[in-house]
């Protein structure tokens, strides 16, 4: 958005900051450079959101924090150094917005999160749960995220509503094991059904006055408007439909939010997934801007 670069972070309120990692990816790489991407398509980026009547750069001292340092090749060494970049944000009651890198990144965020906060409230927008064991022999995976967060007891499952979940699995239990942690889980179908007024009523019901994390992965979208990914599914959403699903977020108390796993190398010739991803960060912001604090 054409955002300040800046560290120092007197005065601020929000930061935008990119973790270009993606090491844990299980097929497509390219992650990495999602957080570029993603700068690059917000250029277009104005401050007022219309359908939320907020202005967000009014609204919120906002600036860009970079990226943060990584190690490519080393997950928990990379864990390591988003949660000592993140601390000083996170201790100065800063909101932390993230562009990914691969779905691995956010257990990071949500240490450095809940260690300020305590437990918080997982909205997860994506097409997997993230909750397996291991992939690849590897407990901290992109398909792990979630299932490891809720062992370090930095998520309460019972506040967390996963929604988006479709596509080919390895067998039923990949579904069940998210509910069997104290996850609410909704397939495309059954969010589709619901529509975004009584998913944000879902949403509300369930976190109540909690402090809430959103992770929106961008396989959320149909691949037809969001190619540029690593384990793209088929039967997803719009972004008009992503959007709607977004707004009706309003009013729950945002603690941090990332926006994770696009591949600029898949993407289309007009950068359409990381224009996606731009929007849903900016609609976050505006969410944050909007809410009460946690």
């Known amino acids: 958005m054409r955002a300040p670069h ?5 005065g601020v309120d929000a930061v935008v900051y990119g973790i270009p990692f993606d090491t844990a990816t299980s097929y497509r790489t390219g992650p990495r450079f999602g957080p570029e991407a ?3 398509a917000s250029a277009l980026l104005r401050p007022y959101n219309p359908a939320l009547e907020v202005n967000v750069v009014e609204a919120l001292s906002l600036v860009d924090y970079g990226d943060l340092p990584v190690s490519p090749g ?3 060494r990379t864990y390591a150094q988003v949660e000592e970049a993140l601390a000083p944000v996170v201790e100065a009651g800063v909101f932390a917005a993230a562009m990914g890198g691969d779905h691995s990144v956010t257990l ?13 409230a ?3 927008l994506d097409s997997h749960g993230d909750v397996w064991e291991r992939y690849f022999g590897q407990q901290y995976f992109h398909g792990t995220t979630f299932k490891r967060a809720v062992e370090e007891g930095l998520l309460d499952a019972s506040a967390s509503v996963q929604a988006g979940m479709r596509g080919s699995l390895y067998g039923a239990a990949d579904i069940e094991v998210a509910r069997e942690l104290g996850f609410t889980v909704l397939s495309t179908d059954e969010l589709r059904e619901l529509g975004p007024r009584r998913y944000g009523e879902l949403v509300r019901e369930r976190v109540g006055e909690r402090p809430a994390f959103v992770s929106f992965d961008i396989d959320f979208l149909d691949p037809a408007f969001a190619p540029g990914t690593g384990t793209p599914e088929v039967g997803g959403f719009s972004t008009a439909e992503a959007l709607s699903f977004l707004r009706a977020l309003r009013g729950i108390r945002l603690a941090g939010c990332d926006v994770v796993e696009v591949s600029p190398p898949y993407d289309g010739p007009g950068q359409q997934t990381a224009l996606a991803a731009a929007n849903v960060a900016w609609e976050l912001l505006a969410l944050r801007a909007l809410g009460r604090a946690p």
Request: proline share 4%; net charge negative.
């Open 6 to 10: 800046v560290d120092d972070l007197t």
């Open 38 to 40: 993603i700068r690059s």
């Open 74 to 76: 080393d997950t928990e």
């Open 108 to 120: 990071a965020e949500l240490r450095a999160l809940a260690r300020r906060h305590g437990p918080l």
């Open 122 to 124: 997982l909205v997860q």
